[in-house]
DNA sequence: TGGAATGATGTCAGTGTCTGTCATCACCGT
DNA sequence: ACGGTGATGACAGACACTGACATCATTCCA
């Protein structure tokens, strides 16, 4: 017999998001999700640095996955193409999962402070992105725009894909947003130039 | 004679933007800042809902100048054209206080709460744009992606502008970065050529 | 075999953020 | 004068988070 229950950091982990998702983020103290698994607000603390990452734990692997596969693309492929295959390879580790995302997400729309966090979270997903490119010999400012496009898209596909009705896969929706945002930057009148229009 | 010194809003303001700066924002207490500006902890939460915006009191303006100009460009411009006209419009807010924003970017950039801060309010500011957008009968998800390219361009204009030894004006940044943008975005497959890079 | 090292957890005290509540007191209109 | 108003102070308290030390099963090794 082991002195402790095994896998405490998974049990905090089902114990906030049900607590965040029964009460509310807000409403939920540390102590009352440390109590639910078994465990001392000390010991949650232990696990994750504050309350707001024990939402995050995926966000490593997910930047792993995105960064090997933009590094790893076909040395023919552009930017954008390498970012293209990059969330390709992010479309695998949601399958199944949508039920999780779409209850994990619910929880964060709803508090700011979860919001600030997500956004931070794709902010360094981007700048990884865009270190990803810069060891493909791609220079600035191409490399940092190209990082922004790639969380752009990964962002509203996914909030889309975690939306009520929707039957596509995710890979689906990130070529179309794509696809669209290729259609809203080149929308531009001629009039309108960098030098002085 | 009053019985409180006026501006105590602008007081609290100045004596954190000077705390920040010369001890950093996680070592400076709130009753540090108050005391510095000759009041209580709790006429500072009477101000500003956190510590942290504090910093982040133009924002509103910001963003009530983008709108309108978005709104009010004319008819036959493109999204992604009345954006260029609203970001126009930000050049004019920032002309002679570079000192003033590269001392407040400085704070921020060491913080990772600040960072935080400041993304939930460009977020915000992307979906005020898309607001707009809508308002100029712009569908989704067309709307929603200018949004985000315009608040992308403006992120990576300013950080560019407050940097280093850079002498030209925030607007001339602006219209090189939607450049940039523009040819990243049309530089994959469907549309040919490898990027400068 | 027995004792020391290890590692996860508990306990406790303390700091700092932020909130609710009530008191204070100059100013203002009547 | 007098009561209302509004900005501020004073105070208590909840909660997030940290540092320091204690506990104790497991493991390692002489």
Do not use: C
């Amino acid at each position: 017999m082991a002195r402790w229950q095994p896998d405490s950091r998974s049990r905090l982990e089902q114990a906030a998001l049900a607590l965040y998702g029964e009460r509310g983020f807000e409403e939920t103290t540390v102590a009352a999700i440390a109590e639910r698994a078994g465990l001392t607000e000390r010991t949650f603390f232990r696990y994750f640095s504050d309350k707001r990452e024990v939402l995050f734990g995926g966000s490593g692997q997910l930047q792993e996955l995105l960064v090997t596969a933009v590094v790893d693309a076909p040395a023919s492929a552009t930017p954008i193409d390498a970012v293209t295959v990059g969330l390709d390879a992010l479309g695998v580790l949601f399958v199944g999962r949508r039920d999780f995302a779409r209850q994990r997400q619910a929880i964060i729309v709803a508090s700011a402070e979860l919001r600030e966090r997500e956004l931070i979270k794709l902010a360094t997903l981007a700048a990884a992105v865009a270190d990803a490119l810069r060891r493909r010999e791609v220079g600035d400012p191409v490399a940092g725009l190209t990082g922004e496009v790639a969380v752009a898209v990964f962002k509203i596909a996914f909030e889309h894909w975690v939306a009520d009705d929707n039957t596509q896969d995710l890979s689906h929706l990130m070529r179309e947003a794509l696809a669209e945002l290729r259609s809203v930057t080149s929308g531009g009148s001629p009039s309108v130039r960098p030098s002085r229009g």
